[in-house]
Nanobody, 124 residues
């Protein structure tokens, strides 16, 4: 089992930046891909970005490409999401996810482990 806990959410204004963190514990040696998803009220949970834990390879949703950066601190077993130039449409609960499979994992069902989420609200 892998446990994930997000932090760093909050209320910011449009154009501001925010950095989310996801601390992993438990059987972290089984993690191969870690990702960020978000879910706005009344909408489906959508893919934001993901990283292959071993190689550091990354991929992003088109909606955040160029504004968001995913990174990791392997020693601290922590995943980050740096969010710049935030827009009101970025408002959502942001979730960290992990899976033991290496690949381009962009669907909710691709991931076995999830954190409880952290709220990000961007005011206009």
């Amino acid at each position: 089992q892998v446990q994930l806990v997000e932090s760093g959410g909050g209320l910011v204004q449009a154009g501001d930046s925010l950095r989310l963190s996801c601390a992993a514990s438990g059987r972290t040696s089984s993690m191969a891909t870690m990702g960020w998803f978000r879910q706005a009220p009344g909408k489906e949970r959508e893919f934001v970005a993901a990283m292959w834990w071993s190689s550091g390879g990354t991929y992003y949703a088109d909606s955040v490409k160029g504004r968001f950066t995913i990174s990791r601190n392997s020693a601290r077993k922590t995943l980050y999401l740096q969010m710049n130039s935030l827009k009101p449409e970025d408002t959502a609960v942001y979730y960290c996810a992990a899976d033991g499979t290496i690949g381009t994992l962009t669907r909710r069902d691709d991931y076995d482990y999830w954190g409880p989420g952290t709220q990000v609200t961007v005011s206009s």
